[in-house]
T-cell receptor, first 114, second 111 residues
């Protein structure tokens, strides 16, 4: 069964460093998403991406965040200058269409900022 | 403000019991509602998706219902098993894209 994959599973970085989190969505899916979950808190939406552009973003997704689909399979989330409060589990998701379809999630990348 | 609430935060029941998990949401103008399972330190597994036009969806021992007018959804688990122990999350789509999440119900099934 096709699945969303994410690498790395765990990333440790120093405050102020740039990190890139990588995702491979399900191959026939057209819509891609990033969410995050700070330990003990609710899952929060960051951004959605379609047709090589951001379709929706939350207040959390400020100028230090960016997303890219560098080739036909990968979808990346870049955090330019990490802060302690960026420590969280980051989930990538994909769906075939927008409103009506199930979003399928990857296993997540645990980001720890020291 | 669009919010999703799940009560109780935790639930412990003996194996074999049928149980109901609750999800409530503000604003009935939803696109759909999705139930997920999350195991400790793991990803989010989609269980059921209910469209706004639907009343319920079933998958195996799971049945999810939706009552838009009252802003409620329930996830019914029949004949619970220890392997059902996990956190169950409800997420609602109001806009075209993002899901807004509840805090989850942590379910423990005692053998």
């Amino acid at each position: 069964e096709p699945e969303v994959t994410q690498t790395p599973s765990h990333q440790v970085t120093q405050m102020g460093q740039e990190v890139i989190l990588r995702c491979v969505p399900i191959s026939n899916h057209l819509y891609f998403y990033w969410y995050r979950q700070i330990l003990g808190q609710k899952v929060e939406f960051l951004v959605s991406f379609y047709n090589n552009e951001i379709s929706e973003k939350s207040e959390i997704f400020d100028d230090q965040f960016s997303v890219e689909r560098p080739d036909g399979s990968n979808f990346t989330l870049k955090i330019r200058s990490t802060k302690l409060e960026d420590s969280a589990m980051y989930f990538c998701a994909s769906s075939v269409s927008q409103s009506t379809d199930t979003q399928y999630f990857g296993p997540g990348t645990r980001l720890t900022v020291l | 403000k669009q919010e999703v609430t799940q009560i109780p935060a935790a639930l412990s029941v003996p194996e074999g019991e049928n149980l109901v998990l609750n999800c409530s949401f503000t604003d009935s103008a939803i696109y759909n509602l999705q139930w997920f399972r999350q195991d400790p330190g793991k990803g989010l597994t989609s269980l059921l998706l209910i469209q706004s036009s639907q009343r319920e969806q079933t998958s195996g021992r799971l049945n999810a219902s939706l009552d838009k007018s009252s802003g409620r959804s329930t996830l019914y688990i029949a004949a619970s098993q220890p392997g059902d122990s996990a956190t169950y999350l409800c997420a609602v789509r109001w806009s075209n894209y993002q899901l807004i999440w509840g805090a989850g119900t942590k379910l423990i099934i005692k053998p």
